[in-house]
């Protein structure tokens, strides 16, 4: 099966959120062509988070400029949404601990579009439906570098049962459920050893060697990754607190952008 995948290039001048308490993040600059790994840094509380869902056309940005797939933000929010995914980002794109790995994978396949063809082949009951969902699950573990077979109890295995860096790869596998073409991870280093941590770090420059723009948060990026930087000033630091961010429904329908894309403009993003 061919695995090359089709990513995003990403620009962006001077681009920053301003909440109501003030910046989360500002004056961050990308010029990132596809394929490319890119590691945002910065102290807690810097906009790190904020920034991946900027990119992501989950978050207005509010001074800059952006292009995400040749798209611009924010005009064009809806439509980078629908070719941009996430993962392990807390209060965004978070596991639920009592869900089973299997139960995770089915409900991100129900999320996808509707395959085409006959009206028929797309119910769930379809065996056309049912091996096309199994084949995007299968490539999505496989890329995720996630054994089922290698879990407590297969795919039966509960979130909390999981490894942190299973977690993530599971997180992971999701995210990429439905062909993304840039990937965002918060948090790639968060409570892991030393080596796993090079293994999530490992996972995330194959996948952009095999042509997806990964952007991740997190310390201890390999030397070749394209490292972005959040923090700001001590005053700003102060002043600013991240805005709450509101989850929006991913659209993996292109017939439906243009409608995604007026509500991003009237601020309903």
Do not use: Y
Not at 43 to 55: D, F, I, K, M, Q
Not at 127 to 154: F, I, M, Q, Y
Not at 192 to 207: F, G, H, P, S
């Amino acid at each position: 099966m061919n695995t090359t995948r089709q990513g995003a290039a990403v620009h962006a001048g001077g681009i920053g959120v301003e909440g109501p308490r003030g910046w989360a993040f500002r004056a961050v600059d990308i010029a990132a062509e596809p394929g490319t790994l890119i590691a945002v840094q910065g102290p807690s509380g810097s906009g790190r988070t904020c920034l991946l869902l900027a990119l992501t056309g989950r978050m207005r940005i509010t001074e800059g400029e952006a292009t995400v797939a040749g798209l611009a933000l924010p005009k064009r929010m809806g439509s980078v949404r629908s070719r941009t995914a996430l993962a392990h980002v807390p209060g965004v794109a978070d596991l639920e601990p009592a869900l089973t790995v299997g139960e995770h994978l089915k409900e991100q396949a129900l999320l996808g579009p509707r395959i085409q063809g006959s009206p028929l082949a797309s119910l769930p009951w379809g065996k056309r439906h049912k091996e096309a969902t199994r084949a995007r699950v299968d490539a999505a573990l496989a890329a995720a570098r996630l054994d089922p077979e290698t879990l407590p109890k297969g795919l039966r295995t509960t979130v909390r049962d999981l490894e942190r860096i299973e977690a993530l790869r599971l997180s992971v596998a999701l995210g990429l459920m439905h062909g993304p073409q840039l990937l965002a991870v918060d948090d790639v280093d968060l409570k892991l050893a030393d080596a796993e941590r090079t293994e999530a770090w490992q996972l995330l420059r194959d996948l952009t060697r095999e042509g997806l723009t990964v952007v991740a948060a997190g310390d201890g990026a390999p030397e070749d990754a394209m490292i972005v930087r959040t923090a700001r000033t001590g005053t700003e630091a102060a002043e600013a607190a991240d805005p709450t961010p509101t989850p929006v429904q991913d659209d993996t329908h292109t017939t439906e952008e243009e409608a995604a894309d007026a509500f991003a403009e009237a601020g309903r993003a």
